[in-house]
Antibody, heavy 126, light 110 residues
Framework: QVHLVQSGAAVKKPGASVRVSCKVS????????MHWVRQAPGKGLEWMGG????????IYAQKFQGRVTMTEDTSTDTAYLELSSLRSEDTAVFYC???????????????????WGQGTLVSVSS | QSALTQPASVSGSPGQSITISCTGTSSDAGTFMYVSWYQHHPGKAPKVMIY???TRPSGVSNRFSGSKSGNTASLTISGLQAEDEAVYYCSSYTGRSTLIFGGGTKLTVL
């Protein structure tokens, strides 16, 4: 059983960076496809990016490219999300999520998230 | 540009059935092939209810079912219960390996 535990809430000023961690237990991070999803207050779920094990690359949503970095420390089974140049609109709950990811016979990605972290609230305010 | 469009809200009385639609628009023919549905209660992590359009994960009630016709996927909940009240999101990978979520549908159990 995979268990994901995220770091605690953070308060940041505009322009700063934030790093959120996601500790994996019950499985090995290197064998997982870890993704990050956020939800701003009153808004829906928004995928930020994730690891594509088929290509061995991290894919970022176009909206966040240049501001987001997702890394993994396999020695501690901890994934990290770093978001820079924060603005008030980045105030949100950030989730790490993992589950099934693979390509079909045509090479098309498919999968879903069946394990989620508890969420980390990041507040951006001056 | 890919997008998944859901109604903002639906409602139903206990015992009734409701259906939430998710319409895909994309220039990528592969997008929307494998739709998943998530249930999200406030303050909790989302939970997958359906994947690959119509497959129910182990442990999910058989009151939840999924289907797709053309460019519209649907989540049907039968025998509505109070605990079904939540926000439901459809999602799908695109051909560029990015993931998109629908805007979410708030289900109110009257």
């Amino acid at each position: 059983q995979v268990h994901l535990v995220q770091s605690g809430a953070a308060v940041k000023k505009p322009g700063a960076s934030v790093r959120v961690s996601c500790k994996v237990s019950g499985y090995t991070l290197s064998k997982l496809s870890m993704h990050w999803v956020r939800q701003a207050p009153g808004k829906g779920l928004e995928w930020m990016g994730g690891f594509d094990p088929e290509d061995g690359e991290t894919i970022y949503a176009q909206k966040f490219q240049g501001r987001v970095t997702m890394t993994e420390d396999t020695s501690t089974d901890t994934a990290y999300l770093e978001l820079s140049s924060l603005r008030s609109e980045d105030t949100a709950v950030f989730y790490c999520a993992t589950g099934i990811y693979y390509r079909d016979n045509s090479g098309y990605p498919r999968g879903y998230f069946d394990y989620w972290g508890q969420g980390t609230l990041v507040s951006v305010s001056s | 540009q890919s997008a998944l469009t859901q109604p903002a809200s639906v409602s139903g009385s206990p015992g009734q059935s409701i259906t939430i639609s998710c319409t895909g628009t994309s220039s990528d023919a592969g997008t929307f092939m494998y739709v998943s549905w998530y249930q999200h209660h406030p303050g909790k992590a989302p939970k997958v209810m359906i994947y690959d359009v119509s497959t129910r994960p182990s442990g999910v009630s058989n009151r939840f079912s999924g289907s797709k016709s053309g460019n519209t996927a649907s989540l049907t909940i039968s025998g509505l219960q109070a605990e079904d009240e939540a926000v439901y999101y459809c999602s799908s990978y695109t051909g560029r390996s990015t993931l998109i979520f629908g805007g979410g549908t708030k289900l109110t159990v009257l």
